[in-house]
């Protein structure tokens, strides 16, 4: 069973979010519209899911951190299909980071404060450093540190940051647990 402040959950244009099981929202946190979350991923505070024009699709065992902003492309006379945001399983996304309209594979980290832009796709095993800005379009190949603005690959994975990909995504999934047993019924975490 998910759990989540009700208020922050919003349908929208007939759209609901659907949240798998054991998914933690933030109480101010906000999702809206057409957005799937897949089981023991989590969102944590401020951050904000807008599935409003386009849809937005999280899979299992993500967490997507403080002050983080994902959002779409929408379809229209300059982009016909409009940009989607995908994410895959096993997905770290660091405080204060912009996903826009982009694909992203599974067992990636991106670090704090990175922009990632319509159309850009990030390939399975990726690690972008903080504070990198990942063009429109720009694709990143699977098993390289990616920094700067725009983000070049700088050297391969070791094998410790391979493995690194899963332990986080476990750290994150056991840290929100805690975070469910701590809060109340009511989402405040402040008994009465």
């Known amino acids: 069973m998910p759990y989540c402040a009700n208020d922050y959950i ?9 949240l798998g099981e054991r998914v933690f929202v933030d109480p101010s946190a906000v999702v809206i519209g057409d957005v799937h979350i ?3 991923s989590s969102i944590w505070p401020n951050t904000t899911v807008r599935g409003d024009m386009h849809r937005i699709r999280i899979g299992e065992r993500c967490s997507i951190q403080d002050n983080s902003v994902l959002h779409i492309t929408h379809a229209g006379p300059y982009n016909p299909d409009g940009y989607p945001l995908n994410i895959g399983n096993d997905v770290t996304v660091a405080h204060s980071v912009t996903l826009h309209g982009c694909e992203i594979g599974s067992r990636v980290l991106i670090g704090m404060g990175c922009i990632v832009m319509d159309g850009a796709v990030l390939e399975d095993d990726v690690v972008v450093g903080a504070n990198s800005l990942v063009p429109p379009g720009k694709r990143l190949a699977s098993g390289y ?12 994975l070791s094998e410790k940051e391979f493995d690194y ?10 840290l929100k647990d ?10 405040t975490g402040v008994d009465e």
């Open 145 to 156: 540190l990616y920094v700067g603005s725009p983000a070049k690959p700088v050297r391969p």
């Open 10 to 18: 919003r349908r929208f244009n007939g759209q609901t979010p659907q």
């Open 178 to 187: 805690q975070h469910i047993a701590e809060l109340d019924g009511d989402g």
């Open 38 to 40: 897949g089981r023991d």
């Open 165 to 174: 990909f899963c332990y986080s995504s476990a750290n994150y999934s056991r």
